[in-house]
Structures are given as C-alpha cells and as structure tokens.
C-alpha cells in the first residue's frame, strides 16, 4: 500500500519539544521532496516545510524557521520534524505528503494542492 504516515504527536507545554515521523511505504522515497503542513482547528491547511529528495535543501514557513528543523533519512524511508520552543499557536494536526509537483523542494509557501500520498495526521497540542 502506498501511504505516508505521521506520528508522534501529543501534549506539551509551551517553550517544550516535540520529534514528529513521517514514515513512508509503497513507493520510491527517494525520488519524492517531503512537505509537512498543518492545520488548526477552523483554519485552512498551511505550509510548515519541505525537504527535497537529493539535493540537501530544506525550507520552513516563518512562522516556524529557527524552532523548527527538518530532517530525513532515506534509508529508512522517514522524515523528521524536531519541533522545539513550542508556542500556543503551533498546535494542530500535522501532516506529511509527498511534491508531486517537482522532485526537489522549491522555498515556500508551498500550495499543498502540489502535494499527494496525504497520510493521517498527527495532533499536537501545545498548552499549559
């Protein structure tokens, strides 16, 4: 079966860390830039990053450039986001999908309509 799937989600205060996976299955990863996005509750989907297949680039969303930090592992077939000094307003349901659009990442924001193999999310809630 073809899908990505996210976890790792929970509960934590703000100023706390979090390390999401996006584990992939069914496909080549290795040819596929990564996106994560969220979406709170009553808003639309947003673009969090991307991280592009081969060529090392990785881009974030200002909302979220220098707390948060994208990795993957090809050989694993997973991606990570190492979220850290939570606040209040990153909380949401995280998703990573496959750039259908382009193998390698292009800097955002990025139109999650590019993107595809949509997994279930994983919620964060950040709150005290």
């Known amino acids: 079966e073809v899908q990505l799937q996210a976890y790792g989600g929970g509960l934590v205060q703000p100023g706390g860390s979090l390390r999401l996976s996006c584990a992939a299955s069914?496909?080549?990863?290795?040819?596929?830039?990564i996106g994560w996005f969220r979406q709170a509750p009553g808003k639309e989907r947003e673009w969090v990053s991307c991280?592009?297949?081969?060529?090392?680039?990785?881009y974030y969303a200002d909302s979220v450039k220098g707390r948060f930090t994208g990795t993957r592992e090809n050989g694993k077939n997973t991606v990570y986001l190492q979220m850290n000094s939570l606040k209040p307003e990153d909380t949401a349901v995280y998703y990573c999908a496959a750039y259908i659009a382009y193998s390698e990442c292009l800097d955002g924001p990025l139109d999650a309509g590019h993107f595809g193999l949509w997994g279930q999310g994983t919620l964060v809630t950040v709150s005290s």
């Open positions: 069914g496909f080549t990863f290795d040819d596929y830039a």
């Open positions: 991280l592009s297949s081969s060529d090392g680039n990785i």
